[in-house]
């Protein structure tokens, strides 16, 4: 049974929809690094980061090749960091318009009705 578009998005973005595993897909866009890096990177217990990785890996997101007892991951597609840009593009919009609301409410606390 073929899953309908809309629902493999839906379980795509469920999929990204975990912090420690967005902080490793930004990392991840520089290129590939050894799973001690991203450990130095962030704050999270090395169980936990195997967990989020195993989950990007089975998502088929990102990819790890051993190289001797080091394992290396990688962003499957360039498309995934370019998805993250937008993403920042759209939340920076977000925040900008937030910010004029809340100058427009103060300004008008104030008296200054624009």
């Known amino acids: 049974m073929t ?3 809309y629902q493999a998005k839906a379980e795509f973005f469920r999929t990204l929809g975990h912090p420690v595993r967005i902080r490793v897909l930004e990392l991840l866009r520089d290129g ?5 890096d991203l ?8 169980s936990s980061l195997s967990q989020q990785l195993a989950v ?3 998502a088929g997101i990102v990819t ?10 990688a962003l499957i597609s ?7 840009k937008a993403a920042r593009r ?6 900008a318009g937030q910010e004029e609301l809340l ?3 103060r300004d008008t606390e104030s008296g200054k009705v624009t």
């Open 3 to 5: 899953v309908p578009l």
């Open 64 to 73: 790890a090749t051993r190289e001797g007892p080091t394992v290396v991951y």
């Open 90 to 95: 759209i939340l920076t919009d977000m925040i």
């Open 32 to 36: 590939p690094r050894p799973v001690r």
């Open 103 to 105: 100058a427009e409410l």
């Open 39 to 46: 450990l130095a990177e962030m704050d999270i217990e090395a």
């Open 56 to 58: 990007l890996r089975r």
């Open 78 to 84: 360039v498309d995934v960091a370019d998805l993250l």
